[in-house]
T-cell receptor, first 113, second 112 residues
Framework: ETGVTQSPTHLIKTRGQQVTLRCSSQ?????VSWYQQALGQGPQFIFQ???????GRGNFPPRFSGLQFPNYSSELNVNALELDDSALYLC????????????FGPGTRLTVL | AQTVTQSQPEMSVQEAETVTLSCTYD???????LFWYKQPPSRQMILVIR??????QNATENRFSVNFQKAAKSFSLKISDSQLGDAAMYFC?????????FGTGTRLTIIP
C-alpha cells in the first residue's frame, strides 16, 4: 500500500497565472480533501471530493476548483493567482466513514511572485 | 461554524517528562470527532490520536492520551515519557459537517 503523493514539490508562478497541483491518494480511499497552509498557520480546508463529486467546501473563492478521477488521483486548480495564494497545499485521502483518519501527502509549496 | 483554539504557540519539555497541550473548540454539531495531528519538520502530517464526541471515555494511544471535557469543549493532549521524535507542530482538529477545522498549532520542543 503506497502513501499519498503530491506533485510537484515546489512551484513558482507569477500573479495572474493558473496552476494545477496533483495528488495521488491511497488505493481504496474514496475521499480526498485539499488544504491551504500558510507559513506558520494551521491548514485551512479548501474542499473535499467523494467519488468524483465535490461534497464540502471551505471559504475559498470559485477560482479554486478541483477534480477527482476514478484512479484515486485528483487535482487542485487555481486561476488568476494572487500573492496571498503563496502557501503549502496539502491533500489528504481517507475512507468513506465520517471521522476516518486522513492520510496526508507531503504537500506542494506554491510561491506566487 | 466550528473554531479551534490552541492558546500555546510553543511548548518545551525535558526528555522523558510529561507535557500537556491545550485545545478548546466551539461547534454547532452534535456529532463530531476530535483529533490531534502531528506535523514533524519534514512536513507530512500524521494522526496522533482520535476521539469520537459521543464516547465519554478518553482515548489513549501508547504514550499519548487525551482529556476530553465535552461540556467545557476542551480537548487536551498529554504526552508521557517525551522522546526526541515527539518534536513537531501539533494541531488540534475538529471534524464535523464533512470538514476538518484545524487550530493554529503548538510547536513542541524536546530538550535532551
Amino acid at each position: 500500500e503506497t502513501g499519498v503523493t503530491q506533485s510537484p514539490t515546489h512551484l513558482i508562478k507569477t500573479r495572474g497565472q493558473q496552476v494545477t497541483l496533483r495528488c495521488s491518494s491511497q488505493s481504496g480511499h474514496n475521499t480526498v480533501s485539499w488544504y491551504q497552509q500558510a507559513l506558520g498557520q494551521g491548514p485551512q480546508f479548501i474542499f473535499q471530493y467523494y467519488r468524483e463529486e465535490e461534497n464540502g467546501r471551505g471559504n475559498f473563492p470559485p477560482r479554486f476548483s478541483g477534480l477527482q478521477f476514478p484512479n484515486y488521483s485528483s487535482e487542485l486548480n487555481v486561476n488568476a493567482l494572487e500573492l496571498d495564494d503563496s502557501a503549502l497545499y496539502l491533500c489528504a485521502s481517507s475512507l468513506t466513514d465520517p471521522g476516518d483518519e486522513q492520510f496526508f501527502g507531503p504537500g506542494t509549496r506554491l510561491t506566487v511572485l | 461554524a466550528q473554531t479551534v483554539t490552541q492558546s500555546q504557540p510553543e511548548m518545551s519539555v525535558q526528555e522523558a517528562e510529561t507535557v500537556t497541550l491545550s485545545c478548546t473548540y466551539d461547534t454547532s454539531e452534535s456529532d463530531y470527532y476530535l483529533f490531534w495531528y502531528k506535523q514533524p519538520p519534514s512536513r507530512q502530517m500524521i494522526l496522533v490520536i482520535r476521539q469520537e464526541a459521543y464516547k465519554q471515555q478518553n482515548a489513549t494511544e501508547n504514550r499519548f492520551s487525551v482529556n476530553f471535557q465535552k461540556a467545557a469543549k476542551s480537548f487536551s493532549l498529554k504526552i508521557s515519557d517525551s522522546q526526541l521524535g515527539d518534536a513537531a507542530m501539533y494541531f488540534c482538529v475538529h471534524f464535523g459537517n464533512e470538514k476538518l477545522t484545524f487550530g493554529t498549532g503548538t510547536r513542541l520542543t524536546i530538550i535532551p
